[in-house]
Structures are given as C-alpha cells and as structure tokens.
C-alpha cells in the first residue's frame, strides 16, 4: 500500500482504518515495537520520539537527542486532519 491509498490528507485521521494509519506511520520513517503493538518510534537527527495509538487521541513523547534536557509531551486527538497532525508531529519538538 503506498500514501496515495491514503485517504486525503484533510481527513479526520479518525476516518482512517487503522492499517492505512499504521502504513502512514512507516512511511514517515516510523517503526512498530513488537512487543507493544500500539508503540511506535521514530529517529530524526535531531530528537527522536515515541508515539501511542491511544483510544481517543494519538500521544507523542519527543525523547532529546541532548541528556540535558527534558522530555516533550504532546497529543493530538483524531478529530485533527492527517495532514494537520502530520505537521506538527513530524516537525519535531
């Protein structure tokens, strides 16, 4: 399956079955824990995160590259667009 299976990226991604949402994530470079089938991970240069398929909301733990730091919460409930919650994910902290 390939991002243009894809619903449009404006819609809700509560409208998105969740094998379509599972192949957005790996095409974003994220990969499945195999243990813990709703963890997903993700490595940019810069930070790298950990994301929950929670029931009501999708939650983002942004882990800095920089141990002086701190850890950055965010979540985005499905009601928000694929493409709304793809930028501000995939953006970074």
Same mark, same amino acid.
């Given at each position: 399956?390939?991002?243009?299976?894809?619903?449009?990226?404006?819609?809700?991604? &509560?409208?998105?079955?969740?094998? %379509?949402?599972?192949?957005?994530?790996?095409?974003?470079?994220?990969?499945?824990?195999? %243990?813990?089938?709703?963890?997903?991970?993700?490595?940019?240069?810069?930070?790298?995160?950990?994301?929950?398929?929670?029931?009501?909301?999708?939650?983002?733990? &942004?882990?800095?590259? *920089?141990?002086? %730091?701190? *850890?950055?919460?965010?979540?985005?409930?499905?009601?928000?667009?694929? %493409?709304?919650?793809?930028?501000?994910?995939?953006?970074?902290?």
């Amino acid at each position: 399956m390939t991002e243009s299976c894809l619903p449009d990226p404006q819609t809700p991604l &509560y409208n998105h079955p969740l094998p %379509q949402i599972e192949q957005w994530l790996l095409s974003q470079g994220c990969h499945q824990d195999s %243990q813990d089938l709703h963890l997903w991970r993700i490595e940019r240069p810069q930070w790298k995160a950990e994301l929950w398929l929670d029931i009501e909301e999708l939650s983002v733990v &942004y882990i800095p590259v *920089d141990s002086n %730091q701190r *850890d950055i919460q965010r979540t985005f409930k499905y009601s928000l667009s694929r %493409q709304d919650i793809e930028d501000a994910v995939f953006s970074g902290p």
